[in-house]
């Protein structure tokens, strides 16, 4: 099992950056593929951007470009820096780890951090 808590969140005007990060515990970050999601308030949550053990990356298209993830293993972390923050960045951040084990999928969430962009 792993447990993880994010930071980072904060008001930031349209054009600034922030970075977040997402600290694990109880288990290696290295065997989960480990993602960022977002929620804006009366909307589904979505992914963001992803990372797998083998330091591959995707993005959602709204973010390319303006956003990396990236992972430090020694440190048992993820991060994600945001640059270019538009309002409709706004929402809660969620970190992800997923994993296969025995073919039964293991999904941990954290509990979100709050990111709000002003125009």
């Known amino acids: 099992q792993v447990q993880l808590v994010e930071s980072g969140g904060g008001l930031v005007q349209a054009g600034g950056s922030l970075k977040l990060s997402c600290a694990a515990s109880g288990s290696s970050i290295s065997v989960y593929v480990m993602g960022w999601y977002r929620q804006a308030p009366g909307k589904q949550r979505e992914v963001v951007a992803t990372t797998t053990a083998d330091g591959g990356t995707n993005y959602v298209d709204s973010v390319k470009g303006r956003f990396t993830i990236s992972r430090d293993s020694a440190k048992n972390t993820v991060y994600l820096q945001m640059n270019s923050l538009k309002p409709e960045d706004t929402g809660v951040y969620y970190c992800?780890?997923?994993?296969?084990?025995?073919?039964?999928?293991?999904?941990?969430w954290g509990q979100g951090t709050q990111v709000t962009v002003s125009s």
């Open positions: 992800n780890a997923l994993r296969l084990r025995f073919g039964t999928p293991m999904n941990y």
